[in-house]
């Protein structure tokens, strides 16, 4: 495998020098394959590939079409249209055959017409109805159904659709910014200790530890723990903050990456990441990103302030979100957009008339329900109030 890649390379090197490779020049090229980088490394930081050779080790099993019988070969880019919700999934697996647990949940969201790249991070507490399995963590989708059913969640809880994922095991995080170079960000004094706790735990004893706080350099090792720890401050919500300014920042950093460095970045990644993305897509997409500019990345967080109860429920701690206020809040996030909703139209023209029938952009008809919570059994038996047998959630705690 290792002979096949520098032979690649080589051969790579040989092609980018000949003028009709691509159908735009050299510099251009560059500004793709980067930008292609960038949208993978929206995903947790993980460059997938930038050429068919290396996507396709990770898509499917077959080498790629990339070259064929020693001829050089072209690539046509198109534009895509529209908006492209992609699931970012972090896991955190202990061996290869564990499902591993979901520690990070980001939709990625491009929207060709408002040439915008947004972040949405879901809290892993929030309680939800899963599908086909009641009430319980938002995470849990993942252990349950893989990446599929935690799409179909989001689909039913925040009417966010969702066809394509990244899964990225966590340990790619930690080469990726190693071959970056690291990473400088702000330790705040009361992150410094839970930052070195963790570092020793996954790492041992005689990892590089941090020595205080201030804005400073931090090595894969050091950045991972930095994005990881959540008993401090302001627990999860400082935690999803903290992974959304390291995304910003590899993003930045991949701006300037060399051409000749996204093949190393993307080989060491193969084992690392799993998606459902065709080569195909993936491309243009990434061309099409490209034609944005230099866009930034704008970033929230799910639920929002003020749009959430912070309950204990079976002894867990959780996040009841009220599924209406977010529904709205990323709507407007969204630049108002409804084709990132494939039924959202529908669900405001009922304007949440709980038990209503509603028809979705699709001519299907559907129930809307209303689980209530009664506060004085959130931490006993939960006592939901299910009127009615319908595909559609919505949950609150009740008054």
């Given at each position: 495998?290792?002979?096949?890649?520098?032979?690649?390379?080589?051969?790579?090197?040989?092609?980018?020098?000949?003028?009709?490779?691509?159908?735009?020049?050299?510099?251009?090229?560059?500004?793709?394959?980067?930008?292609?980088?960038?949208?993978?490394?929206?995903?947790?930081?993980?460059?997938?590939?930038?050429?068919?050779?290396?996507?396709?080790?990770?898509?499917?099993?077959?080498?790629?079409?990339?070259?064929?019988?020693?001829?050089?070969?072209?690539?046509?880019?198109?534009?895509?249209?529209?908006?492209?919700?992609?699931?970012?999934?972090?896991?955190?697996?202990?061996?290869?055959?564990?499902?591993?647990?979901?520690?990070?949940?980001?939709?990625?969201?491009?929207?060709?017409?408002?040439?915008?790249?947004?972040?949405?991070?879901?809290?892993?507490?929030?309680?939800?109805?899963?599908?086909?399995?009641?009430?319980?963590?938002?995470?849990?989708?993942y252990s349950l159904g893989g990446p599929e059913l935690l799409m179909k969640t989001l689909y039913q809880d925040f009417n966010v659709d969702v066809k394509y994922y990244v899964l990225v095991?966590?340990?790619?995080?930690?080469?990726?910014?190693?071959?970056?170079?690291?990473?400088?960000?702000?330790?705040?004094?009361?992150?410094?200790?839970?930052?070195?706790?963790?570092?020793?735990?996954?790492?041992?004893?005689?990892?590089?530890?941090?020595?205080?706080?201030?804005?400073?350099?931090?090595?894969?090792?050091?950045?991972?723990?930095?994005?990881?720890?959540?008993?401090?401050?302001?627990?999860?919500?400082?935690?999803?903050?903290?992974?959304?300014?390291?995304?910003?920042?590899?993003?930045?950093?991949?701006?300037?990456?060399?051409?000749?460095?996204?093949?190393?970045?993307?080989?060491?990644?193969?084992?690392?990441?799993?998606?459902?993305?065709?080569?195909?897509?993936?491309?243009?997409?990434?061309?099409?990103?490209?034609?944005?500019?230099?866009?930034?990345?704008?970033?929230?967080?799910?639920?929002?302030?003020?749009?959430?109860?912070?309950?204990?429920?079976?002894?867990?701690?959780?996040?009841?979100?009220?599924?209406?206020?977010?529904?709205?809040?990323?709507?407007?996030?969204?630049?108002?957009?409804?084709?990132?909703?494939?039924?959202?139209?529908?669900?405001?023209?009922?304007?949440?008339?709980?038990?209503?029938?509603?028809?979705d952009n699709r001519g299907k008809r559907r129930n809307i329900i209303k689980i209530e919570i009664p506060k004085e059994n959130l931490d006993d038996d939960l006592n939901l109030i299910n009127?009615?047998?319908?595909?559609?959630?919505?949950?609150?705690?009740?008054?």
């Amino acid at each position: 495998m290792i002979l096949n890649f520098l032979l690649f390379n080589l051969k790579f090197y040989e092609i980018i020098k000949s003028s009709d490779f691509f159908l735009f020049e050299v510099v251009k090229l560059k500004r793709v394959l980067v930008v292609f980088s960038i949208i993978i490394m929206i995903m947790v930081g993980v460059t997938l590939g930038s050429f068919y050779y290396m996507h396709n080790k990770i898509y499917m099993p077959s080498p790629s079409e990339f070259l064929k019988s020693g001829q050089e070969s072209k690539l046509n880019f198109s534009e895509e249209k529209g908006v492209f919700n992609i699931l970012l999934i972090g896991v955190d697996r202990r061996d290869e055959k564990d499902i591993g647990r979901t520690d990070s949940i980001i939709l990625a969201n491009i929207n060709t017409s408002s040439k915008t790249v947004k972040l949405i991070s879901f809290m892993r507490d929030l309680y939800v109805p899963i599908p086909g399995y009641g009430l319980n963590r938002i995470n849990t989708a993942y252990s349950l159904g893989g990446p599929e059913l935690l799409m179909k969640t989001l689909y039913q809880d925040f009417n966010v659709d969702v066809k394509y994922y990244v899964l990225v095991d966590f340990r790619a995080f930690q080469d990726i910014v190693d071959k970056l170079g690291g990473i400088e960000v702000e330790v705040k004094d009361y992150e410094v200790n839970e930052i070195n706790k963790y570092i020793i735990e996954v790492n041992g004893a005689n990892s590089t530890l941090i020595k205080g706080p201030g804005y400073q350099k931090l090595n894969g090792q050091q950045a991972l723990s930095y994005s990881r720890i959540r008993k401090v401050g302001n627990g999860d919500f400082e935690r999803t903050e903290r992974q959304r300014r390291v995304l910003t920042i590899l993003i930045n950093k991949l701006r300037n990456v060399s051409i000749f460095k996204i093949p190393d970045l993307a080989a060491t990644m193969l084992n690392y990441v799993k998606t459902n993305i065709p080569t195909t897509n993936l491309l243009n997409l990434a061309y099409t990103v490209y034609k944005f500019g230099n866009t930034p990345v704008e970033t929230i967080r799910i639920p929002a302030d003020g749009m959430f109860e912070d309950v204990r429920v079976n002894g867990m701690a959780v996040l009841v979100p009220d599924l209406e206020k977010n529904v709205v809040y990323l709507e407007k996030f969204l630049s108002m957009q409804g084709a990132a909703f494939s039924n959202l139209p529908a669900y405001m023209a009922n304007n949440f008339h709980f038990n209503d029938v509603a028809i979705d952009n699709r001519g299907k008809r559907r129930n809307i329900i209303k689980i209530e919570i009664p506060k004085e059994n959130l931490d006993d038996d939960l006592n939901l109030i299910n009127t009615k047998k319908n595909n559609k959630k919505i949950i609150v705690p009740s008054e």
